[in-house]
């Protein structure tokens, strides 16, 4: 199940945002982590090119960042894990669906209901009640 949470979480990234997010979601760079860090696992990337993608994970709410002090680089971890993204991420998408279909969307997800299976329901009932 981890596995399927994690590989649904970086499809919602990009490629490269995907790439990071791996490392740091598989515990493959100590946190708090730096650039650095992460390009002793990926020694390809550019350090700019690793920055710039860190900080957009920061600005998206996916990391959370201490910015430098004197020589120290910005350290970096993990806002919440595949999983807290991945309901993080659907909440904000059926929002985002509500904004722009109004009461279309709502309709069209209760539409949806009537066609679960029980095990679907019943799963349903658990996400609901945690």
Do not use: C
């Not at 999983?83 to 998408?93: E, P, T, V």
């Not at 929002?95 to 349903?124: C, N």
């Amino acid at each position: 199940m981890a596995d399927t949470q994690l590989n649904r979480a970086l499809n919602h990234l990009g490629p490269l945002e995907g790439r990071i997010m791996r490392v740091v979601w598989e515990h493959r760079v100590e946190e708090p982590f730096s650039v650095r860090s992460v390009l002793a696992r990926m020694p390809d990337l550019a350090y700019t090119t690793v920055m710039t993608t860190l900080a957009r994970l920061a600005d998206k709410g996916i990391l959370t960042f201490t910015a430098a002090t004197g020589r120290q680089p910005y350290r970096y971890r993990a806002a919440m894990t595949a999983g807290q993204f991945l309901i993080w991420s659907s909440r904000r998408d059926a929002q985002r669906m509500v904004e722009r279909y109004g009461d279309l969307a709502l309709a069209a997800f209760a539409d949806r209901l009537d066609h679960l299976t029980a095990e679907q329901r019943e799963r349903l009932q658990k996400l609901i009640d945690s």
